[in-house]
């Protein structure tokens, strides 16, 4: 009996930890005058909210896949600019075309997860890695008015190299 339940239990645990997969059919995702949208085909509502004659359902949609993996960017929206050292300990430093004016800045980690968000100047355009765990980021650096974009794979080091 103790090892049905203990088989019971382990397939409980081990299906609780896969539970929020998401199959799709389709998904999309659109900006406009500062609202932003991201949609997918085939997700279980888990809420409701309604107001008026607006009515959102919400499911379990990961928009920063869309957001941040885009499968390509336009010539005319790509960001040349370079960013060093990789790996990091502490401090990322981006380089690159005539860098002015305002940037945002976003760190992610490898489950989509936004560690960091911020607008920074020109003047300073660097990133510091050293409260973040050893491992792999990306971080989406955003020029503001152009909009272009570039996005980096950064592996955080253990020692300063």
């Known amino acids: 009996m103790k090892k049905v ?3 019971a239990l382990l397939t ?6 896969n539970a929020q997969e998401l199959i799709s ?8 005058d500062g609202n932003k949208i991201s949609w997918s085909i085939g997700e279980v509502v888990i809420g409701t909210v309604e107001s008026g004659d ?9 928009p920063l896949i869309i ?10 929206y790509r960001l040349e600019m370079t960013a060093y050292p990789n790996p990091v300990y502490d ?6 075309e005539d860098p002015t004016g305002e940037y945002d800045i976003r760190l992610v980690d490898k489950t989509g997860k936004v560690l960091d968000q911020k ?11 050293k409260k973040y765990n050893y491992g792999t980021y990306f971080i989406e ?20 190299n």
């Open 25 to 32: 059919s389709s998904s999309g995702y659109a900006e406009k």
């Open 119 to 129: 607008g920074i100047d020109y003047r300073d355009l660097s990133l510091d890695m």
């Open 12 to 17: 409980f645990i081990y299906n609780s930890t």
């Open 54 to 62: 607006t009515k959102l359902t919400q499911g379990f949609l990961q």
């Open 91 to 96: 401090k990322v430093i981006f380089k690159g």
């Open 141 to 160: 650096v955003v020029q503001k008015g152009t909009n272009k974009r570039r996005i980096f794979r950064i592996i955080k080091s253990s020692k300063n």
């Open 67 to 76: 957001d941040i993996f885009p499968t390509g960017i336009e010539e005319m």
């Open 5 to 7: 339940l203990l088989f």
